[in-house]
């Protein structure tokens, strides 16, 4: 089954990496936005960020956190997964630090943003039950393969997960 999946990722440094996920054919994901189309979002304040978002998450089954170097505790990326879990979609953290960006680099790992949020009454954190996986592999090359073999079942799993609590 092709899911309907939202991305949420770090645009400046992770958009490579990203785009290198999002192009995996067992998912659908959300449209790419040009520099051009996210400066008028932008331009229109918090208030069309989030209208933006929330439109982009509506039909979704699950967001998938690519997490880069700098992703964990972004205003934005906090927002798309609170929005997500509090709509009741699965959410998933697919760690891309070592994917390589389009000077053919690899980034530091970053933080588990899921850290940086609490779940419901019991304030735990939400990484006490949402995955962030990192992907196995010496190189790019490998752990894209792990990605594209692994990314589906991560998924399933994560709504699973979502529909449990």
Request: charged letters at 25%.
């Amino acid at each position: 089954m092709t899911r309907r999946v939202f991305f949420s990722f770090h645009y400046k440094p992770d958009v490579m990496r990203a785009s290198l996920v999002r192009q995996i054919g067992a998912l659908e994901g959300n449209q790419s936005v040009s520099d051009n189309d996210w400066e008028k979002i932008t331009s229109g304040g918090d208030s069309a960020i989030e209208r933006w978002i929330d439109g982009q998450l509506k039909g979704r089954s699950c967001t998938v956190v690519l997490v880069g170097s700098n992703t964990a505790n972004r205003k934005w990326i906090n927002y798309e997964i609170v929005k997500s879990w509090d709509e009741g979609m699965g959410v998933v953290g697919i760690r891309i630090h070592g994917l390589k960006n389009i000077d053919g680099k690899i980034a530091a790992i970053g933080n588990n943003p899921f850290d940086y949020i609490t779940h419901g009454l019991t304030k735990n954190r939400l990484s006490s039950i949402v995955k962030c996986y990192k992907p196995a592999g010496p190189n790019s090359k490998e752990r894209y393969s792990w990605i594209s073999k692994h990314l589906s079942n991560a998924i399933e799993e994560a709504i699973n997960i979502r529909n449990a609590n």
